[in-house]
């Protein structure tokens, strides 16, 4: 593999760009364009190299954690890679389901509105409130000791989600919240503090309509 100052000026990866746009480049080259540089001890191209395959290898190892492992590359590096591929996710991946307002959440949870039993379920967002799953975490009466915060947050983490959203229903009809839906809503919004989660609403549906913890401005 050539390095990149044995490369004429007008074919390194950022004038190639520049000259031509960047679908002309290669992923090496792309990689090195957003490295812009090597170390004293390896090419921008070899760090690169290093990426790309661990990419390849699984698109999931692109973590901070292991890109700080290769030589070469530090925070810095890894931070403007992993965010650029979190960009590229956002506005290029088109079958996301983005969350805008409650009725988004209502309208995928409509199934709840017939229900017999109570239902709790959680909706876990990333940055950009693109929806990463739909969870029931519990069926039954909700009370604080069943609804419990390690229930709630475990997928969240596992996730690496950015904010999540309760949704529960109410089989009689009624929106107004119960003190225990107030109790659970507040513990879980202290926990999700603790984790780095925000819980952004909580959300009571039933065949009356739905109730919207945020909108109300209880939240």
Do not use: W
């Not at 409509?110 to 379920?121: A, M, P």
């Amino acid at each position: 593999m050539r390095k990149i100052k044995n490369i004429p000026k007008f074919d390194r990866p950022r004038e190639k760009l520049q000259k031509k746009g960047a679908r002309a480049l290669s992923d090496l080259e792309l990689l090195a364009v957003l490295l812009e540089k090597g170390t004293k001890e390896r090419d921008v191209f070899h760090i690169a190299k290093d990426i790309l395959k661990l990419a390849e290898d699984d698109f999931n190892n692109l973590t901070l954690e292991t890109l700080e492992k290769i030589k070469g590359v530090g925070l810095a590096k890894a931070c403007k890679i992993l965010a650029a591929v979190e960009f590229s996710k956002r506005f290029f991946i088109k079958d996301s389901i983005k969350i805008k307002s409650a009725e988004d959440i209502v309208q995928l949870a409509e199934g709840l509105k017939n229900k017999k039993q109570e239902y709790f379920l959680t909706f876990t967002l990333d940055g950009a409130n693109n929806l990463i799953q739909k969870r029931i975490v519990f069926i039954g009466t909700l009370n604080q000791s069943l609804v419990h915060p390690r229930e709630v947050f475990a997928d969240a983490i596992t996730d690496r989600a950015a904010s999540i959203i309760l949704v529960h229903n109410h089989p009689s009809g009624s929106l107004t919240p119960s003190k225990e839906d107030k109790l659970i809503t507040e513990r879980l919004i202290k926990a999700g503090n603790i984790v780095g989660i925000k819980v952004l609403d909580h959300i009571i549906i039933s065949k009356n309509g739905y109730f919207s913890f945020q909108k109300e401005g209880i939240l």
